[in-house]
């Protein structure tokens, strides 16, 4: 990276714009206790879901998960067409932060571990954020999730950066380390007040 400063900012989705938790969704559908919770431990699990951010389709993912666990075919079952009921709303004074970025002229971009079939609709419906990045990587499409390092080097190449000119947010380690190696100024997002003055410190107007 050497002294240079970022010019754009590279964002993640999910737990840094918005908040995501598949209780959101399951606690409308099953009473709170050790059913929801062993249901949310046990079966929808957070490996089952990667599949579909690596770039399966919920039509396969959930009749293998299905197949394994029949009494709950129902459940399984509204997690793809109700998936956007797990979002429950945007990241405290993230949504100023981005506004604030991109009114300054700030390239804005994200990368996101998101499937396929979930991200277009959840970002028609999130349009008013959205349409302030110039672009958005959505692993599912492309097969490729982070942290692998081609994920990057894809981004890089079509946002049209070299990597010392990013500032990549993300709120898991792993990605951050990954991004760093790839020689982009990397931060652990960890809420917008530990955000923003590294951002301001970066030299953006945040």
Do not use: C
């Not at 079952?77 to 429950?88: L, V």
């Not at 506004?99 to 994200?110: C, N, Q, S, T, Y």
């Not at 979930?118 to 349009?127: G, K, N, Q, Y």
């Not at 049209?160 to 951050?176: K, P, Q, T, W």
């Amino acid at each position: 990276m050497g002294g240079d400063l970022p010019t754009a900012v590279i964002f993640d989705v999910g737990r840094v714009l918005y908040e995501w938790d598949p209780r959101h969704l399951y606690e409308r559908l099953i009473p709170p206790g050790e059913a929801l919770d062993a249901f949310l431990r046990d079966v929808v699990t957070i490996e089952w879901h990667f599949q579909h951010d690596a770039g399966r389709d919920f039509a396969d993912t959930s009749a293998e998960l299905t197949a394994l666990h029949p009494q709950h075919a129902e459940l399984i079952a509204a997690w793809g067409p109700r998936f956007a009921e797990s979002i429950p709303g945007p990241v405290a004074d993230m949504p100023a932060l981005v506004e604030r970025l991109d009114e300054a002229g700030v390239p804005l971009f994200a990368i996101t571990n998101f499937s396929h079939e979930f991200f277009p609709p959840f970002r028609a419906a999130e349009a008013a954020l959205f349409d302030r990045f110039r672009d958005i990587i959505v692993s599912g499409a492309e097969r490729l999730v982070k942290p692998d390092p081609a994920i990057y080097h894809l981004a890089l190449d079509r946002f049209g950066l070299r990597a010392s000119e990013a500032v990549f947010i993300d709120d898991n380690a792993a990605n951050v380390s990954a991004a760093a190696a790839f020689g982009m100024h990397a931060i652990l997002f960890t809420g917008a007040a530990d955000l923003i003055p590294r951002l301001r410190a970066l030299g953006l107007p945040a």
